[in-house]
């Protein structure tokens, strides 16, 4: 017989039970009764502890335990693979599996869930290593059976760590299912399975996940997850790091059989995340299908692509839209060389139902990046550029050094010392422009030697001579050609972010990607069939008018866009989202077919036709040619990072949310601030209109045909943004820019009068050294005022 009494164990054999005499068969049964009534309450006033060494039966040991019993572990490494079943403590009486000496864990190692806990209550572990499991670290769930009434609840896990589980599969350090009234506390998992979580869970509710620490080792792909009907948990001041896509996620896909206790509308509800930290990642949060969740007062730092992302990924009914999160209190950093600063907002949702309030949003290393794009909603109150002092603690976490209204005060101040500087530029640059015009005004006409000397004046025609040459024809199809290419170049790699794979890994998964991957969207291979149409028209212009080559040209020139778009689609696969595919081949062979056909249509018409309108185009100046450089930068600015809508409700999406505003001055007037910011690179985009390829005998288009040809392009610039899933189409943009490039125009006007920005060549050495020191100049000028009034 085995008697457990408070810490003691003890053994009444039969022999010693042989050797008590009594007089009756009643005082037997007395003694018994007595005994047993004893024994009774004994085991169930006083908890046992059951001491368990290395090599012994845990299982056993544990299915032993009740209410109020604790499984006490001595150092050492257990086989994994414990099935434990509906153990049941009671209320402040719980089951409690610990290690014997809390600063020498025991470890459980291997099989396939490590511990599985299944419909159990009151039940805690404490002060464990769990690793090696072939399938989920610990698993908890209600043992598949879905009710009140079987669920796990009242569990409790302190100190627990889980690693190196799983391979490259869906495995997860720790996985609950359907559990109720759970903390999670000061627990560390890292290196779960590639394609699982750090901590998963579904269709729980009632639970706390704190003081938590999760390393990704940079190969698992997600952190933190609440999905399938989870709600009213909270996770606070939990670390996650080094986690390949999503550092914590609100919400997922989940099997509609999965949801807990039943399929709903949304995949969670009710989940806050409360000063934590979320460090590298594509993005720290997504969410994903939920409902009234809330991350606030959280540190977002360095992550690739997003700060958070807005998706819908199980549709039809019963799911609604993703809607009515709240992000607020934040503070969010990341380096200029991963510009992670606009948020993802997929197809199927409401963003315009989030809130989004006193955020800190910080650029290391250029802060004039800090303002961060296409936002689901206004974020008001917020800070943009103002550096929270990051600060590295032991344990690696980086914590802002001041607190919420300190930043506030530095912002102001920050915004005061901004004002003094743009006078201060404002000032320089009148300077400038007073010295590069006003000056030369003054000495024209000046019969004065000395105003000669360092003066020149402008001689038109001792300069018409050098414009009889007509411009080489095959020059026009060069920079076509030119611009095609970097266009193509530029949407191929963007957003110039590179992840890891080797250059074996590389061409290996490219190959794969070329023989497998058929699908993909059809938007994508549109644009690929449309951006290679003008390289084969151009390069079609470029083909010899005799010889050899004449008659092969067409077969060169397909071979050669093959071969660039070989290396454009190789190039993507050390992108970030970027997939190559054998359509995107065929749709790039396809367009330049298709140029070339085109060339064949209207290219000897225009052979014929570019001579004759580029005959009386006059030489382009130094100054001109740094006007159309800086215009073709503001043009690319505009349509960066060419991330085209490939879906139909992305786009619906997109003007729900605000992402497209038709009505100028609807919100108000624009900021002043921001008003200058957006004239100033029309203004060069205005002068290169102005004096583009005109003639020498009418240098400057008027004011009318340039103000027409400026609403034109801006309006298809803006039109173009629509489609693009980073950009707002605004209409007051339009009418700045137009603003702009009408000053631009204006004052190429003027420009002409003077002799450093004259339409005409210089006539000696010292006029065009006088030339390019005056267009250094003013391109600096015009570099410092955007930069001030941009930033």
Known sequence: MRVVFGQSVFHLSPKALSRLHFRSLSSFVAYLLLSLGAIFQVSRCEAAQIVVKPGEDLRAAAELLEAGDELLLMPGKYRGGIIIQRSQGATNRPIVIRSLHADEPAVIEGGGDGMKLSSVSHFELHDLIIEG??????????????????????????????????????????????????????????????????????????????????????????????????????????????????????????????????????????????????????????????????????????????????????????????????????????????????????????????????????????????????????????????????????????????????????????????????????????????????????????????????????????????????????????????????????????????????????????????????????????????????????????????GFWRRGWPVVVILSALMFGLLMEFLQIWIPERYPGRNDLIAQSAGTAGGMILWGGIGPTLRQWIPQVFAEVRRPQIHDIAAAIFSAAVLIGFLWPFDFISDLSMLNNKLKSGGVRLVPLADGIPNWEAAIGGMLPCVVLGYTIATGLTSSRTPVRPLRVSLFASCVLLLVVEGVQVILAERVSDANDVVIGVAGCVCGAWGANLMQRSTYFSPYVSIDRYSECLRWAATGVLALTVLLLTRTFTA
């Open 133 to 546: 499991a072939s399938s989920n670290g610990l698993n908890i769930d209600d043992a598949g059976y879905k009710g009140k009434q079987v669920a796990s609840h009242h569990i409790t896990l302190r100190n627990v760590a889980v690693r190196n589980i799983g391979g490259g599969g869906n495995s997860d350090g720790i996985k609950m299912s359907g559990a109720e009234q759970f903390l999670i506390e000061n627990c560390q998992i890292s290196n779960w399975g590639a394609g699982g979580q750090a901590i998963d869970l579904v269709g729980c509710s009632d639970g706390k996940i704190t003081r938590c620490e999760v390393d990704g080792a940079e190969r698992c792909r997600l952190g933190l997850q609440t999905k399938g009907g989870s709600t009213r948990i909270t996770i606070e001041d939990c670390f996650v790091r080094n986690v390949r896509d999503r550092g914590i996620q609100l919400g997922g896909r989940t099997g509609k059989s999965f949801f807990r206790p039943e399929v709903g509308p949304f995949e969670a509800t009710e989940i806050s995340v409360i000063g934590s930290q979320v460090n590298g990642g594509e993005a720290a949060f997504s969410f994903v299908g939920v409902k009234d969740c809330r991350v606030a007062e959280c540190v977002l730092v360095k992550q690739s692509l997003w700060p958070f992302r807005v998706l819908q990924e199980n549709v039809g009914p019963p799911f609604e839209p993703c809607q009515s999160n709240t992000f607020e209190r934040n503070v969010i950093v990341w380096n200029a060389a991963k510009p992670a600063r606009a948020v993802n907002i997929g197809p199927n949702t409401k963003p315009d139902t989030f809130v989004m309030r006193e955020n800190v949003w910080f650029c290391q290393e250029a802060q004039q990046h800090s303002t961060p794009l296409n936002l689901p909603v206004p974020d008001t109150e917020s800070l943009y550029g103002v550096d929270p002092k990051l600060k590295e603690t032991e344990d690696g976490r980086l914590t802002p050094s001041v607190g919420f209204e300190e930043l506030k005060k530095r912002a102001e101040q920050q915004r005061k010392e901004k004002l003094i500087r743009q006078g201060q530029v404002l000032g320089f640059s009148a300077v400038v422009l007073a010295v590069l015009f006003v000056v030369p005004w003054f000495a024209e006409g000046q019969t004065n030697l000395r105003w000669q000397r360092i003066i020149p004046q402008v001689y038109p025609a001792a300069a018409s001579a050098r414009f009889d040459r007509p411009l080489d024809p095959r020059n026009v199809w060069w920079f076509l050609l030119a611009g095609a290419l970097l266009l193509i170049v530029a949407a191929s790699i963007t957003p110039f972010i590179w992840k890891g794979p080797t250059l074996t890994e590389g061409m290996r998964e490219f190959w794969l990607y070329l023989v497998y991957r058929t699908e993909g969207p059809k938007a994508d291979a549109l644009m690929n069939l449309v951006a290679f149409v003008p390289v084969g028209f151009a390069a079609m212009g470029l083909a010899p008018s005799r």
